[in-house]
């Protein structure tokens, strides 16, 4: 770039959701590239992000939320909406919105006249039971001027479904701060969550259908028959969406395990300090999405030195090659079951352990930053204007 540019990065909410975590490490790494960036996010809880980004920040305080989930996210539009009426959209170089949230209040201010444009990354594309959350959706991507995407796969989709051209940037990983360094931090954790010496499988996401959380119960059930001393533990799952019924179901299927059941941790969000030892706690990341934007917290276990068991669909296969990771069929609880099973045989182990590091390695947050710096000159020139 010819100079350092102003830029309005703009999230969902302050939670640890993959989407807000890629907006906080992209703009940190612009930040650390030279540019000024401000993370905006509406701020729930009145607690600021779940960590201290190396960027500015700014929070905005937003109105209680809606029972219903669609006013709801139509009711955080507004007020991100409310803030920038208020605030001023003057002296940014241009905007970039991560989700349908901001990506509404990015289409309203250029509506409005009060920003030129605007670039949108399209981390993954719901199916909404609910006509106008769709519609809210398709608004907030068809409204921006350039598009990103972290896969091709989501490229494609973009292409094919919408006729819009996106730039792949992938993502990336801090390998400072995820590593497979242990120390005395590591134990008390697992005291904290009242682990045994099992081994212990962890699932990140919280409960979800799209994180197959029902496949990672079933598959740890079959485990138990071969390994009784193994633990699951989920955590995350702070998520603006509605996940209620598929939760009561997770939560009736759980109740059947007996047994088992106690052997089953939901730890929630965790501490944001407390992530690189989780993973290093852990002996394999199950991850058997059934669709997925990129898959973020792949890279943080793989830079951890934890094996990978993951669906053989894309976007995983973009990324990963053939031996980097412990492929599964996400559709059945048996493959997933298969591949936790391997996870603890050590010559497997030590193979899947020494390709992530590499693979890790290769994903450097610089790169993925660097990568936008074309299309924000593009979004810049006057036939954008």
Known sequence: MSRPLRIAMLTHSTNPRGGVVHAMQLSEALTALGHEVILHAPDA???????????RTQCIPVQPAAADMTEMVEQRIHDYVAYFDKAGADGFDLF???DGIS????????QKALIPGFARTVHHIEQFADARLMALQDRSIDAADIFFTVSRMWQKVLQDDRGQTAS??????????????WNGEQAA???????????MFL???????????????EAFRQIRAIRPDAQLVIAGGASLLDHHGYQQEFHEALSSLRG???AVHIIGTVADADMPNLYRLADALVFPSITEGYGLVVLEAMASGVPVVVSSIAPFTEYLQ???????????????????????????????????????ARHAWPRTAAAHLASYQRLMEPTHA
């Open 189 to 199: 954790l697992r005291d904290r969550l009242t682990l045994t010496n099992g081994p």
């Open 45 to 55: 809880k009145g607690t600021g992000f779940f960590r201290n980004p190396a960027c």
């Open 322 to 360: 053939p031996e980097d990771a412990i492929w599964c069929d996400p559709r059945h609880p048996a493959s997933i079951a298969e591949g936790m099973a391997l996870s603890l045989i050590g010559p497997v182990r030590d193979r899947i352990i020494a390709r992530g590091l590499d693979v890790a």
């Open 96 to 98: 970039h919105a991560h």
């Open 168 to 181: 792949v940037v992938g993502n990336g990983v801090d390998t400072e701060r995820f590593s497979p360094a």
């Open 103 to 110: 990506g509404n209040a990015l289409a309203t201010l250029k």
């Open 260 to 262: 088992h059941a106690a």
């Open 203 to 217: 699932s990140i996401g919280g409960i979800e259908a799209r994180k197959n959380t029902l496949g990672i119960l």
